[in-house]
């Protein structure tokens, strides 16, 4: 079982970094058969995958937003991390950080979300 | 990237009602295809896998079928809880992408 919290700044300047951590307790940050991963979900809207990272670094980001998207991984800390810079009011939203899981292929354990509002 | 269409956007019925909903990818994902169940405030939570594999401790009420571009998830007597909006997603390849949902509403 693998538990999952969100946090970070609510708030977030427009044109500036949206930074997110989530903390993963419960099971290993370094198993090898998860993909940590960001998913966001504006107010009334559906599902879009931003990326995932591997225990190992290895990432995979959604190409709509690859050039403003990092995800990293602390394994001694047993967190993940998002950043998006140069942020809009577009990038308002509620932001999931989840668990894929490789093997059966699907996201397992979802954080509560970390709602993000941009201002300007 | 692989779009994932679904159909309805919403419906209306009635517990004890059996309900399909239908999501359709632009190419073969052959059977690479999730389904969520999505409340109010809460984040998604896995029903269906792999089309037709039930996630464990979903009720057997809840079903999938389909292969290659088409796909359905059923409900056959819904109950009071499963009003909700329900995503498809497709794990065939990255990036992920989910379906626009269907919100299911009491009648």
């Known amino acids: 079982q693998v538990q999952l919290q969100e946090s970070g700044p609510g708030l977030v300047k427009s044109s500036e970094t949206l930074s997110l951590t989530c903390s993963v307790s419960g099971d290993s940050i370094s198993s090898d058969i998860y993909y940590w991963s960001w998913i966001r979900q504006p107010a009334g809207k559906g599902l879009e995958w931003i990326g995932r990272v591997s225990a190992s670094g290895s990432t995979n980001y959604n190409p709509s937003l690859n050039s403003r998207v990092t995800i990293s991984v602390d394994t001694s800390k047993s967190h993940f991390s998002l950043k998006l810079n140069s942020v809009t009011a577009a990038d308002t939203a509620v932001y999931y950080c989840?668990?894929?899981?490789?093997?059966?292929?699907?996201?397992?354990?979802w954080g509560q979300g970390a709602p993000v509002t941009v201002s300007s | 990237d692989i779009q994932m269409t679904q159909s309805p956007s919403s419906l209306s019925a009635s517990v004890g009602d059996s309900v399909t909903i239908t999501c359709r990818a632009s190419q073969s994902i052959r059977i690479y295809l999730n389904w969520y169940q999505q409340k109010p405030g809460k984040a998604p939570k896995l029903l269906i896998y792999?089309?037709?594999s039930l996630q464990r401790g979903v009720p057997s009420r809840f079903s999938g079928t389909g292969s290659g571009t088409d796909f359905t998830l059923t409900i056959s007597s819904l109950q009071p809880e499963d009003f909700a909006t329900y995503y498809c997603?497709?794990?065939?390849?990255?990036?992920?992408?989910f379906g626009g949902g269907t919100k299911v509403e009491i009648k």
């Open positions: 792999t089309a037709s």
């Open positions: 989840a668990s894929w899981n490789a093997v059966p292929r699907y996201f397992d354990y």
């Open positions: 997603q497709q794990s065939y390849t990255t990036p992920l992408t």
